[in-house]
T-cell receptor
Framework: EAQVTQNPRYLITVTGKKLTVTCSQNMNHEYMSWYRQDPGLGLRQIYY???????DKGDVPEGYKVSRKEKRNFPLILESPSPNQTSLYFCASSFGRGHTEAFFGQGTRLTVV | DQQVKQNSPSLSVQEGRISILNCDYT??????FLWYKKYPAEGPTFLISISSIKDKNEDGRFTVFLNKSAKHLSLHIVPSQPGDSAVYFCAVPIPSGGYQKVTFGTGTKLQVIP
């Protein structure tokens, strides 16, 4: 089954404690992205990756890091989480670039206290 | 500055009637537009897309219309069904230094009343 898998689904952490949210896709997609969803703000792209070792900033990259060492995996790293990073996060992948249909993961609900 | 705007946060429609969701964009150079649907506790799912070389694209009950002169697109759902109740996002891929970002609107929550 074609899917994008994120882990964990829920996470509560404390300010400053480094964390990683994993994302994996089994469709051999080149393009992968991370988004955050906040009330009234819709989905905002954090980082995206065009292919292995090729990443670039989206609209809200501050406070986040990503890596793309393998085609299937695109982890999101918060080196020093802060309460304003409390949000619902989605990973997505697509075959082509942004103009092609994206498949989204189930989401990760992160709370930073 | 928002490049893609959905000005209606919510919409209620009776079952069987037409739902019209709107999206405005700022840059006439945008050449592709997508709609996604999102249910609570799930990730968004792709619904329909349209290229700027067209003014209409249809897929079953869903039709997207593009008015390039007005920089406006709309999603029509006919007939609306209770299962269509969800949040709908329009999205635009935006060239960025040889790559391509994707910008989403803020979403419209559709409620279809049985």
């Amino acid at each position: 089954e074609a899917q994008v898998t994120q882990n964990p689904r829920y996470l509560i952490t404390v300010t400053g404690k480094k964390l990683t949210v994993t994302c994996s896709q089994n469709m051999n997609h080149e393009y992968m992205s991370w988004y955050r969803q906040d009330p009234g703000l819709g989905l905002r792209q954090i980082y995206y990756s065009m292919n292995v070792e090729v990443t670039d900033k989206g609209d809200v990259p501050e406070g986040y890091k990503v890596s793309r060492k393998e085609k299937r995996n695109f982890p999101l790293i918060l080196e020093s989480p802060s309460p304003n990073q409390t949000s619902l996060y989605f990973c997505a992948s697509s075959f082509g670039r942004g103009h092609t249909e994206a498949f989204f993961g189930q989401g990760t609900r992160l709370t930073v206290v | 500055d928002q490049q893609v705007k959905q000005n209606s946060p919510s919409l209620s429609v009776q079952e069987g009637r037409i739902s019209i969701l709107n999206c405005d964009y700022t840059n006439s150079m945008f050449d592709y537009f997508l709609w996604y649907k999102k249910y609570p506790a799930e990730g968004p799912t792709f619904l329909i897309s349209i290229s700027s070389i067209k003014d209409k694209n249809e897929d079953g009950r869903f039709t997207v219309f593009l008015n390039k002169s007005a920089k406006h697109l709309s999603l029509h759902i006919v007939p609306s069904q209770p299962g269509d109740s969800a949040v709908y996002f329009c999205a635009v891929p935006i060239p960025s230094g040889g790559y391509q970002k994707v910008t989403f609107g803020t979403g419209t929550k559709l409620q279809v009343i049985p």
